[in-house]
């Protein structure tokens, strides 16, 4: 029979990550710029949240964005067309995530020393990006109501890890089976601490709250 050798391994395979992540916080935190990361499945509406957000919050703050996809500038080029803010594009290699890595360098061609805020547009996917701290000082995830209210329970951890949970698309809310108090009970369920708030990119409602919460969270910087 041969020999086995059996390796404990105590660090976590994260370690890295979360170091660069704890740096980037870190710097962000010391030029006073909250530093979000926005996810969501594909075709929540995060792009159009964001161009509504951004023109809403401008006049207030100085604001950059970064996005990520596998392939394409069109959404970082509709961002920058529609806000009039620099928003940079990454190309992750075809990857489902984007890590405190690629964020880092990613900064390393941007000049966030004046910014108030940055937002991060994590590519569209409910699995990897739950799973990478990106070094954000707050996550926010996108659930649109087209997905249904059964997604917290069907991708838990992308609930889990997020600290604003926001319910796009509200004004469709009548020609779909969704229930805002179901989703809401499953969020909080899974992430007492969540803060669930219903929006619509579309017609701006609930807009308001969700800037209010930005400004909460850079005064507690």
């Known amino acids: 029979m041969g020999n086995v050798r059996v390796i404990e391994i105590k660090e976590s395979v994260f370690a890295d990550n979360d170091a660069t992540s704890k740096a980037i916080r870190e710097k962000m935190s010391a030029q006073g710029t909250l530093f979000l990361n926005v ?21 207030q703050l100085r604001i950059g964005e970064m996005d990520v996809d596998i392939e394409t500038s069109l959404d970082a080029q509709r961002v920058a ?58 996550n926010v995830m996108l659930l649109s109501v087209p997905e249904g209210d ?16 926001l ?16 989703a809401k009970e499953r969020i909080l369920k899974l992430n007492p ?15 308001e709250r969700v800037m209010d919460w930005i400004m909460e969270e850079r005064e507690k910087l």
């Open 167 to 182: 319910i796009n698309k509200i004004d469709t809310l009548e020609y779909f089976d969704f229930d805002f108090e179901v």
């Open 81 to 138: 067309d529609l806000t009039g803010v620099e928003s940079i594009q990454i190309h992750n290699c075809g990857l489902c995530h984007i890590d405190a890595d690629m964020v880092s360098r990613a900064l390393l061609e941007y000049d966030t020393e004046n910014l108030d805020l940055l937002i991060l547009e994590n590519i569209g996917n409910l699995v990897c990006p739950a799973e990478f701290d990106t070094g954000a000082h707050k």
């Open 39 to 59: 996810m969501s499945g594909p075709g929540s509406g995060k792009t159009t949240f964001l161009t509504t957000l951004i023109n809403r919050l401008k006049d």
């Open 193 to 207: 601490n969540a803060v669930v708030l219903p929006v619509s990119a579309k017609t701006g409602e609930g807009i």
């Open 150 to 165: 059964d997604k917290p329970l069907k991708y838990p951890l992308m609930f889990q890890v997020s600290d604003l949970v």
